[in-house]
């Protein structure tokens, strides 16, 4: 079994930053992806950012506000969030690929408001 527990989340006002961090626990082990994921209230959950192996991938609307980075060693992922938009408010959820079963976390709820 696979665990994942997301934290960081919050209320920030446009333009602001916020650090997400996933840690991962249990059997994991060989070569694995970790990213994050995004679900707006009504709207399917949508890739944000991706890290295989050291290369990373973003969705489009977040390249160059977003960095996605992983302690492998910890077995955490993170993600930092900056020049925060409303439109990136959702919950986000962490996402682990091993050996062609996906694992997902709780998620943690980011609002980007005034």
């Known amino acids: 079994q696979v665990q994942l527990v997301e934290s960081g989340g919050g209320l920030v006002q446009p333009g602001g930053s916020l650090r997400l961090s996933c840690a991962a626990s249990?059997?994991?082990?060989?070569?694995?992806?970790m990213g994050w994921y995004r679900q707006a209230p009504g709207k399917q959950r949508v890739l944000v950012a991706l890290?295989?192996?050291?290369?990373?991938t973003y969705a489009d609307s977040v390249k160059g506000r977003f960095t996605i980075s992983r302690d492998n060693a910890k077995k955490t992922v993170y993600l930092q969030m900056s020049s925060l938009k409303p439109e990136d408010t959702g919950n986000y959820y962490c996402?682990?690929?091993?050996?062609?079963?996906?694992?997902w976390g709780k998620g943690t709820l980011v609002t980007v408001s005034s």
């Open positions: 249990g059997s994991i082990f060989g070569t694995y992806r």
């Open positions: 890290m295989i192996g050291g290369s990373p």
């Open positions: 996402n682990l690929g091993l050996y062609g079963t996906d694992y």
